[in-house]
């Protein structure tokens, strides 16, 4: 699951991080950040670093 | 003290304060982090969550969601209140959270019993639930400042820096502290010297001075002026945080002018 906030800053970061993955298919991925309002780059890794596990991790519940 | 406006957005602001000290500056730096009080979801009851996140992620992930009130003066901190930290209606806000799988748990679904305290972002997602997978909560918010835990800051990233003065003397036009400033400050055109274009930008790292061979270029802090930026968490807007935090330190500075006078 994607973090609620930046880990440095404390900025939401969690509620666009659907969009991002979706618009990040077609477009450039800091084009979307900048259309999302993620400015700061410890923002911005938080969601270019992320990788989603639950699913993975769902097979050994 | 003077106090000009920079830039105001809901969640930022940022403004100029001049002929105040350092100290007046980050004490509203830091009253906007500490000191103004926020809601936050505080206790959780799992009474069941059989889905992939430890109950600990969970109770993490909610608490980290800000959240709004309509009027956040009918809350009182559980410290100030008259059940004296029992907890009351006074300073809880309860809310439950059930959800069933297949489906994406969202900040939105959390349910307070005050109509008026809602989730500051929709959209934030707690966890995902897979078939047959079930998460019911229960638990309160408080209200409390940052100095408790920072799931109560209300002002997130807070900073200030001084305003920088640059002068610029005698300038050959070489263009190279034009080109080494990475804020885009300098432009060089058609008059005698350099000239300044973005004054608040510049972050007075004073690459420009030693790139100049003549020394024609100085920045220097002016020391009674600052760049102040203030951005809140989501839960208040930046403008009414920073006159909260103002509100705060008057507030404190009364306080020990009664101490004092108690004294003498
Ligand atoms: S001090 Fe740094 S930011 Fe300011 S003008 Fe010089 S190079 Fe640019
Ligand atoms: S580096 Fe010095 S001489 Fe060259 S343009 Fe800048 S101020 Fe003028
Ligand atoms: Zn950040
Ligand atoms: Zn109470």
Redesign the interface.
């Known amino acids: 699951m994607i973090p609620v906030r930046c880990f440095s800053c404390g900025k939401v970061i969690s509620n666009v991080w659907e969009e991002y993955k979706e618009r990040i298919v077609s477009e450039p991925p800091g084009k979307v950040m900048d259309d999302l309002g993620i400015e700061r780059y410890c923002c911005r890794r938080m969601l270019l670093a992320h990788v989603e596990i639950v699913d993975v991790l769902r097979r050994y519940q | 003290m003077k106090v000009e406006l920079i830039e105001l957005r809901e969640d930022r602001i940022r403004f100029l304060l001049t002929g105040a000290t350092a100290a007046f500056a980050n004490g509203i730096r830091r009253a906007c982090m500490s000191e103004v009080p926020t809601l936050a979801i505080d206790e959780i009851r799992l009474y069941d969550n059989?889905s992939?996140?430890f109950d600990e992620?969970i109770s993490l992930?909610l608490g980290?969601?800000?959240l709004t009130a309509e009027d956040l003066d009918v809350y009182s901190s559980p410290e100030d209140c008259i059940c004296e930290g029992a907890g009351c209606p006074g300073c809880r806000v309860d809310f439950i959270l059930t959800a069933e799988g297949p489906k994406m748990v969202y900040?939105q679904d959390v349910v307070f019993t005050d109509p008026g305290v809602k989730v500051?972002?929709?959209?934030?997602?707690?966890?995902?639930l897979?078939e047959g997978e079930k998460l019911v909560v229960e638990g309160y918010a408080t209200k409390r400042t940052g100095s408790a835990h920072?799931k109560w800051?209300s002002g997130?990233?807070c900073g200030y820096k001084n305003l920088p003065r640059i002068d610029i003397g005698d300038c050959q036009k070489c263009g190279k502290c034009v080109k080494v400033c990475p804020r885009d400050v300098l432009a060089l055109d058609e008059g005698d010297r350099v000239r300044v274009v973005n004054l608040l930008a510049c972050s007075l790292c004073k690459l420009c001075i030693d790139e100049c061979d003549y020394q024609a270029i100085t920045v220097t802090p002016v020391p009674d002026s600052f760049v102040l930026t203030i951005?809140g968490?989501?839960s208040i807007k930046a403008k009414d945080l920073v006159v909260k935090a103002a509100e705060e330190i008057r507030h404190r500075a009364e306080m020990i002018g009664e101490k004092m006078a108690d004294l003498s």
């Open positions: 059989t992939v996140l992620q992930r980290l969601i800000p900040s500051a972002f929709e959209g934030i997602p707690v966890v995902v897979g920072s800051q997130t990233t951005e968490d989501g």
